[in-house]
């Protein structure tokens, strides 16, 4: 039952979002977040990594609010000057209620008041090095059973290191070690 107003949900957010917002979230990796934030394990806040004009904020904010869930925090520095862009976009699209805007470092676990995470998009930098530090910063904020999501772990850009720093988080065992491909995206569950 859930898996259809899922579904439903998805598919009237999706063809505005995608014409109206610009942003690197695609229809495979929109529908994997928005259900995550819905129907996904744990409870907590969801917190994301990288939101710029906010396309994958508002798949998980409008799927954690179709079924009244918890908030999402929004952390970015908006290094591209996209924060106006994003504010307005949440606002369209009916989730400013559900968006808290955090502009920070990505490891800025300081400014964000939830202690309990079940839902972390990581979409920020995607040297080794910062992905690496997102990792450690978020990691003991995440509930057992919470889900961590990474973009780009296939990507081959020169200076990129995601998949670096999400195999060594798979070799400490602190997640379970088969990542689940899903578009640019992979996924895991914190152990
Ligand atoms: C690829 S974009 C995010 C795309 C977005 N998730 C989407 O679906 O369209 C990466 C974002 O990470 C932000 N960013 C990069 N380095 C950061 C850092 N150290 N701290 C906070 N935000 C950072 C940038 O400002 C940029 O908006």
């Not at 908030?71 to 290094?79: E, Q």
């Not at 079940?118 to 978020?138: K, M, N, Q």
Request: net charge positive; aromatic share 8%.
């Amino acid at each position: 039952m859930s898996g259809l107003a899922t579904a439903a949900g998805f598919a009237r957010l999706w063809p505005r979002l995608r014409l109206t917002v610009p942003g690197w979230t695609g229809t495979l990796e929109g529908r994997s977040l928005y259900s995550f934030a819905r129907d996904g394990p744990g409870e907590g806040a969801i917190v994301e990594i990288g939101s710029a004009s906010g396309r994958s904020t508002i798949c998980l904010a409008r799927g954690s609010k179709a079924v009244l869930r918890e908030h999402v925090y929004a952390v970015d520095l908006h290094i591209r000057d996209t924060l106006d862009a994003f504010e307005r976009n949440v606002r369209r699209f009916g989730v400013d209620d559900w968006v808290v805007t955090v502009v920070a470092p990505s490891d800025s676990v300081v400014d964000v008041p939830a202690e309990r995470v079940r839902l972390l998009f990581v979409d920020g930098s995607h040297t080794y090095e910062r992905v690496r530090g997102d990792i450690e910063a978020w990691l003991p904020r995440i509930v057992p059973g919470g889900v961590l999501v990474f973009d780009d772990y296939f990507g081959t850009k020169r200076g990129w290191g995601v998949r670096q720093a999400v195999d060594e988080l798979v070799a400490s065992g602190a997640v379970r070690s088969s990542l689940v491909r899903v578009g640019t995206h992979v996924w895991t569950i914190k152990l």
